[in-house]
Structures are given as structure tokens and as C-alpha cells.
């Protein structure tokens, strides 16, 4: 089953504008990681970040981690048309046959020029 | 990061036929590779997990007889979908990861389009 939920299910925004993508999920985890999708193709790993770290930060990503309430924020600053995609959040939770990762609903983002 | 490609990137085939989608890690020898299914505007659903070399773990609900998967080797992973029904059109996503008990990055591959008719 899915245990990422993703808020918001949509997000249209103008360039040059923020976008915040929230997720939150039920089970303890490894790590969290971040996933992008544009339409119809492959997933593309944007950042991870592990259950210990708190905020950490790739070019205009901004990712932060609260364990204590179970979720986790995107931040796209200075947003450009070309991040118009799908994003997902995936958390990495260790079993004893290996570790996996269970993926959110995602979060449609269409930024507008 | 890691390079992994699918092939067929798009298949349409007809009702009770069987189609094959290769998973390829090109610059790494992947000893786990997994297969996801996703519908229209929807979130990817793990199919299973396969090891090198030993048997897949299927998730709960996926038959494991209809969806065939082979690992045999590091660089080469096949889901063979058996006597296939529209209901199985969808599009399959492989992915990749270097080390087997670490929830680390999974690099994806572009995906298979299957359509069946």
C-alpha cells in the first residue's frame, strides 16, 4: 500500500514563483527521497534526505523533514515552465529481505511563463 | 547516477500474447532491480523485487505466474507479462539500486508504454 500522501494533488503557479509540495506518511523510515516525473516518462531522484536531517538544500530544492509529525515539504524556488512535471515523495524504510521504497500519490506542478 | 534503459519503450499487443520489457543498468552491475506499475495520474505500484541470481519477491496481489521476472544477470533484468488482457495495459517502470540492504537512490529507467488490445 501507498503511505505517502502528497498535498497538494495540483499546483499551478507563474514563473518565478515558489512551489511547496507537502508529504506525509504513517511508518518509521530510513530516509526520504524526492522523485520528479515528467509525463510519461522515467522517474528522475532529485534529493534524499535521511531520518536524522532535518532541512537540506540542492540548487533551488529546498527539502525539509519533520519525523516527529511524519512529513516532509519540497520547496522549488524561482520556479521556471520547464519544472512543470510530476512530483513524488518515496520514504526508504530497511526490512530484514532488503529495503524498499513505497512511493506518495504525487503532485501535479504546472508552472505558467 | 546510474543509467538504466527499458526496452520496448511502447508495445501494443493483442489479447492472450506475451510481451517481454528488458531492464538494462548500463554503467553498473545491479544486484536489485524492481518493477512498477503505474496507471494514468496515478503513483507507482512496486510489482516486485529481484535479486541476481535468486527468486523474485512478488508484492502482495501481484500474481507472479503472469508477471515473469528474470534476473540473471547484474546488467539485465526481463518481465515477461503471460497471456496479457487490457486490463494489464499500464506503464511499467524498472528501477535500479547498488546496494542490496541500504534504502538508497533507485535510479529508474525510462518505462514501457504497454497497450494491449
Known amino acids: 500500500s501507498q503511505q505517502g500522501e502528497e498535498d497538494p494533488q495540483a499546483l499551478s503557479i507563474q514563473e518565478g514563483e515558489n512551489a511547496t509540495m507537502n508529504c506525509s506518511y504513517k511508518?518509521?523510515?530510513?530516509?526520504l527521497q524526492w522523485y520528479r516525473q515528467n509525463s510519461g516518462r522515467g522517474l528522475v531522484h532529485l534529493i534524499l534526505i535521511r531520518s536524522n536531517e532535518r532541512e537540506k538544500h540542492s540548487g533551488r530544492l529546498r527539502v525539509t523533514l519533520d519525523t516527529s509529525k511524519k512529513s516532509s515539504s519540497l520547496l522549488i524556488t524561482a520556479s521556471r515552465a520547464a519544472d512543470t512535471a510530476s512530483y513524488f515523495c518515496a520514504t526508504g524504510t530497511k526490512e530484514t529481505s532488503g529495503s524498499r521504497l513505497t512511493f506518495g500519490e504525487g503532485t501535479q506542478l504546472t508552472v505558467n511563463p | 547516477g546510474a543509467v538504466v534503459s527499458q526496452h520496448p519503450s511502447r508495445v501494443i499487443c493483442k489479447s492472450g500474447t506475451s510481451v517481454k520489457i528488458e531492464c538494462r543498468s548500463l554503467?553498473?552491475?545491479?544486484?536489485?532491480m524492481f518493477w512498477y506499475r503505474q496507471f494514468p495520474k496515478q503513483s507507482l505500484m512496486l510489482m516486485a523485487t529481484s535479486n541476481e541470481g535468486s527468486k523474485a519477491t512478488y508484492e502482495q496481489g501481484v500474481e507472479k505466474d503472469k508477471f515473469l521476472i528474470n534476473h540473471a544477470s547484474l546488467t539485465l533484468s526481463t518481465l515477461t507479462v503471460t497471456s496479457a488482457h487490457p486490463e494489464d495495459s499500464s506503464f511499467y517502470i524498472c528501477?535500479?539500486?547498488?546496494?542490496?540492504?541500504?534504502?538508497?537512490?533507485?535510479?529508474f529507467g525510462p518505462g514501457t508504454r504497454l497497450t494491449v488490445l
Open positions: 511508518t518509521s523510515i530510513n530516509n
Open positions: 528501477s535500479v539500486r547498488k546496494n542490496r540492504f541500504i534504502a538508497d537512490t533507485q535510479y
Open positions: 554503467d553498473f552491475q545491479a544486484t536489485t
